[in-house]
């Protein structure tokens, strides 16, 4: 799932990635509020909206934590059993 999410939301790719109209950013297409929230959850030291690694990890927790219906790609997986 976790794999699938980033190859659905940015193709696996991070640098210049924007969606939703630049609203969201990166490998795993962060909007700057919806990662800052849930890093706050998470109690991500130091969270950088932008950088890949914190959005792996970030992703990674919030899938474990519930929190997977923040991503579209996560509703259009989990809606048909298949990736887009």
Do not use: M
């Not at 976790?2 to 962060?30: K, T």
């Amino acid at each position: 799932l976790f794999i699938d999410i980033i190859i659905c939301e940015s193709s696996g790719n991070h640098a210049g990635v924007w969606g939703d109209d630049e609203v969201s950013y990166g490998i795993a297409q962060f909007q700057e509020e919806t990662f800052y929230r849930l890093a706050k959850k998470a109690k991500l030291k130091n969270p950088y909206w932008k950088n890949a690694e914190q959005q792996l990890r970030l992703l990674a927790w919030s899938l474990k934590n519930g929190y997977g219906r923040e991503w579209s790609c996560y509703k259009k997986i989990q809606g048909n059993g298949k990736t887009p």
